[in-house]
C-alpha cells in the first residue's frame, strides 16, 4: 500500500508540474460548463443533467489525453526499467498510476460542483440523482482510464496511445449505442449472443442506467471487472518485458 | 555476496548471456568490459531485477534473483544506461522519491537526502529541475538515487559514457570513494575506467566470459609490446654494437630527426628482459660518448589484453 501510495503521489504531482494538466483542465472545465449554460438558455431548465449528457462523449475525447503519458513516458525515458528494479510490484505500479489518474480527474469533476450549487441558487436540485451523476461519471471514466493506461503500456508513443485509446473507447462507446447493436443484430453474420455479449461490454450502456439515477449494485460489479480486466492485462504487457527486455 | 551459475538469456532468436559463472566477493569492485552487444548489460539487468534469465540463475546474499527478486532489489543500487530520470522534477524531490519507494523511513529521509547529496556534490543543484543539469550533474543524481537506500551492492551500467573528460574523472573518483564501503559492480568500454577503479576485471564477449581475473594477472598475461630510445650518434654504428650486445632482439631505426635516431626494440618471452635491454642501452652509450634522449618502455596495458582477447573470439565467430 505505501508503495502505491508513492507512485500515486509523484503521478499526481507530475499532473500537477505539467502544462497539459492545466489545458486539460481549463479545456475541460470550459467545456462543460459552456455546454451547461448552452443547454439552460435553451432548454430554459436548470437541470444538473445537461451538464453530465454530454459527459461519455467528452470523457471520449478528453481522457485518452490523462493517460497517455502514463507509460509511454516512462517507457521512452527509460525511467520504466528504473522503476521496475524498485523494490515494488508490478501491480502496485499499475494501481499507484490508475489512482493518480483517477484523483486527478476527481479533482477537476468536484470543481464542477459549482454548477449545480448556482442552479440550487435559482430554482430547486434534486441532489439525488446530482449525486448518483457523479458517481456513474467517475465510474465510467475508470472504465475508461483503464482503457487508455494500457494502450499507454503497449507503446513509447504517447501520440500512438492516445490514437488507439481513442478508437478503442469510441468503438466501446458505439457497443452501448441501441440504434448501432440493431443494425448488428440484422446482420445474418453475426449470431445473436455475439451482439448480446458486445452490448453487455459497454461502459457507456451503464452510464446511462447510473445517471437516470438507477443505481445496481450488478452496475458497480460490472465497472470493477472491466478495470479490473483492463488492468490486470496492463500489468502482464509490463510483465512481459522482464522477459523481452 | 554474489554468485552467478551458467546465466543465460536470449531475446527471441538472439542469445546474449550462453551460460556465464562468476562469484563476487564482498567488498569487491568488478569492471565488467566488453564490446558491445557482449552482454554486460544483460548481465546487469539481470541482477538487479529489471529481467528474468532464460536459464540457470544468480544469487545475491544467497538470494535468489528471481524468486526473492523484492529482497534483491531491496539491496541493490543501479544505475541503468543512459541514466533515466524523471526530468520534469526537481534534483530534492527525486531522490525523496526513490528514498520513499525504495522503503527508507520518513524519520530518517532527511538525513538519507543530505548524506547523498553530499556524497555525489549535489548541493548546487539540489533545488533545480532535473531538465536543467548537465549531463554530469544528471549523473551524479543518478549515482545518488543508486545510493540512497544505503544498498549493499551498487551495479552501475556504463556511469561514465557520454560525459565530459572532466566529468568522467569526477564521476570515477565518485565511484573509487563509493568502492570503499560497497561492493562494486560496474560496466565500461572505457579501459582507462576499469584500470583506474577496480579490483577486478571479468571481459565478456559475445555472451560469454573470456577472462576473470586481476589486472595485474592480466596485463601479465599479454607481452610487453618492446622498448624504445631515441639516441643521438652515429646510426649505423648504434645498430651494429646493439645488435651484437643483444642477439635475439630485433632492432629497427623507426624515425631519424637530425643527429638523433629512434630504435626499436624487439622483446623476447622473458619478463625482465626489458629492464636488461634497457641497462644495456645505457651502458653502450656512456661507454661510446652518444647521449640518449629519450627511453620508452612501451607496457602491454589491458587494452592489449582486451583487444587480444576479443579479437580471437571475434575470428572464431567468422569462421564459425
Known amino acids: 500500500m505505501h508503495e502505491t501510495m508513492v507512485i500515486m503521489r509523484r503521478e499526481l504531482h507530475s499532473y500537477f508540474i505539467s502544462p497539459i494538466a492545466y489545458v486539460f483542465g481549463v479545456l475541460f472545465l470550459g467545456g462543460q460548463m459552456w455546454m451547461a449554460s448552452v443547454g439552460i438558455e435553451q432548454g430554459g431548465i436548470a437541470a444538473p443533467y445537461l451538464f453530465f449528457a454530454m459527459l461519455p462523449q467528452v470523457f471520449l475525447f478528453v481522457l485518452p489525453a490523462l493517460t497517455m503519458r502514463l507509460w509511454a513516458e516512462e517507457r521512452k525515458l527509460g525511467t520504466l526499467e528504473l522503476l521496475m528494479t524498485f523494490p515494488v510490484r508490478i501491480e502496485q505500479l499499475v494501481m499507484g498510476k490508475f489512482l493518480a489518474a483517477l484523483s486527478f480527474l476527481t479533482l477537476l469533476m468536484s470543481l464542477t460542483v459549482i454548477l449545480p450549487i448556482t442552479m440550487s441558487v435559482y430554482g430547486d436540485v434534486d441532489w439525488g440523482p446530482v449525486l448518483a451523476a457523479y458517481v456513474g461519471s467517475l465510474l465510467m471514466a475508470s472504465a475508461y482510464l483503464s482503457v487508455g493506461m494500457f494502450w499507454s503500456s503497449m507503446t513509447r508513443d504517447q501520440i500512438i496511445a492516445m490514437l488507439l485509446s481513442l478508437t478503442s473507447l469510441i468503438a466501446l462507446y458505439a457497443l452501448g449505442m441501441p440504434a448501432f447493436l440493431m443494425v448488428l443484430s440484422q446482420s445474418d453474420k453475426i449470431p445473436e449472443f455475439v451482439v448480446s455479449i458486445l452490448g453487455a461490454i459497454s461502459p457507456y450502456k451503464y452510464f446511462l442506467s447510473i445517471a437516470r439515477g438507477v443505481f445496481d449494485s450488478r452496475d458497480l460489479i460490472y465497472y470493477m471487472s472491466f478495470c479490473g480486466f483492463f488492468l490486470y492485462a496492463n500489468s502482464l504487457v509490463l510483465k512481459a518485458r522482464r522477459v523481452k527486455g | 555476496m554474489i554468485k552467478v551459475e551458467n546465466l543465460s538469456k536470449s531475446y527471441g532468436q538472439t542469445q546474449a548471456l550462453k551460460g556465464i559463472s562468476f562469484e563476487v566477493a564482498d567488498g569487491e569492485v568488478i569492471g565488467f568490459l566488453g564490446p558491445n552487444g557482449a552482454g554486460k548489460s544483460t548481465t546487469m539487468k539481470i541482477l538487479a531485477g529489471y529481467l528474468l534469465p532464460t536459464g540457470g540463475g544468480a544469487s545475491v546474499d544467497g538470494m535468489d534473483v528471481v524468486k526473492d527478486s523484492l529482497e534483491v532489489r531491496r539491496r541493490i543500487g543501479y ?33 538519507a537526502l543530505s548524506r547523498v547529496v553530499e556524497l555525489c556534490g549535489l548541493q548546487r543543484v539540489v533545488g533545480k529541475t532535473v ?129 638523433t635516431t629512434l630504435f626499436g626494440f624487439g622483446l623476447g618471452s622473458k619478463k625482465k628482459d626489458d629492464s636488461f635491454i634497457g641497462d644495456a642501452i645505457a651502458q653502450l652509450v656512456v661507454k661510446n660518448g652518444w647521449e640518449l634522449h629519450e627511453l620508452i618502455k612501451e607496457q602491454a596495458s589491458l587494452e592489449d589484453v582486451f583487444c587480444k582477447l576479443t579479437e580471437s573470439d571475434r575470428l572464431e565467430a567468422r569462421h564459425a
Open chain 2, 131 to 259: 531538465i536543467e543539469l548537465s549531463k554530469g550533474y544528471k549523473q551524479r543524481v543518478g549515482l545518488a538515487q543508486a545510493m540512497i537506500h544505503e544498498p549493499e551492492l551498487l551495479v552501475f551500467d556504463e556511469p561514465t559514457s557520454g560525459l565530459d573528460p572532466n566529468q568522467i574523472i569526477e564521476v570515477r573518483e565518485l565511484i573509487r570513494r563509493l568502492s570503499e564501503e560497497h561492493t562494486v559492480i560496474l560496466s565500461t568500454h572505457y579501459l582507462q575506467e576499469v584500470e583506474a577503479v577496480s579490483t577486478r576485471v571479468i571481459i565478456v564477449n559475445l555472451g560469454q566470459i573470456v577472462a576473470d581475473d586481476s589486472q595485474e594477472n592480466l596485463v601479465s598475461t599479454v607481452e610487453t609490446r618492446g622498448l624504445k630510445a631515441r639516441i643521438k650518434g652515429p646510426a649505423d654504428k648504434v645498430t651494429a654494437q646493439l645488435s651484437e650486445l643483444l642477439p635475439g632482439h630485433p632492432i629497427k631505426v623507426l624515425s631519424k630527426d637530425g643527429e
Open chain 2, 79 to 111: 544505475l541503468p544506461e543512459s541514466t533515466p530520470l524523471y526530468t520534469e522534477m526537481r534534483v530534492d524531490e527525486y531522490l525523496r522519491f526513490v528514498a520513499r519507494i525504495r522503503g527508507v523511513e520518513k524519520s530518517r529521509l532527511k538525513t
